[in-house]
């Protein structure tokens, strides 16, 4: 019988296709809208919320500089997430 602590503690695997789009966003310089699409693929609505409300700032703004503090602290929490969540963190990192 498998144990619920093994259930609980079992990572998925982000599919190929989920990394490639990352990595395409990125290559675009869509940063932030590679980072909100994790937080999507992770289902995690805070992190959604907060990265969707950095692009508008980025768009009235027209720079995405005077953003970057808020970035650095919500990619601690992303990837903090995402290493807990996804077994292949690793190929997610190197596609940001």
């Known amino acids: 019988m498998i144990k619920l602590k093994k259930l609980l503690n079992e990572k998925a695997e982000l599919g190929g296709a989920a990394i490639e789009t990352i990595r395409m966003l990125t290559a675009r310089n869509n940063h932030t809208r590679a980072r909100a699409d ?3 693929h992770m289902g995690n609505k805070r992190l959604i919320k907060a990265y969707e409300g950095l692009m508008y700032v980025e768009d009235v703004l027209g720079h995405a500089t005077d953003t970057r503090r808020a970035m650095a602290a919500l ?12 077994s292949n963190i690793d190929v997610i990192k190197s596609a940001f």
């Open 75 to 86: 990619d601690k929490l992303l990837f903090a997430w995402a290493a807990k969540k996804f």
């Open 38 to 40: 994790l937080a999507r």
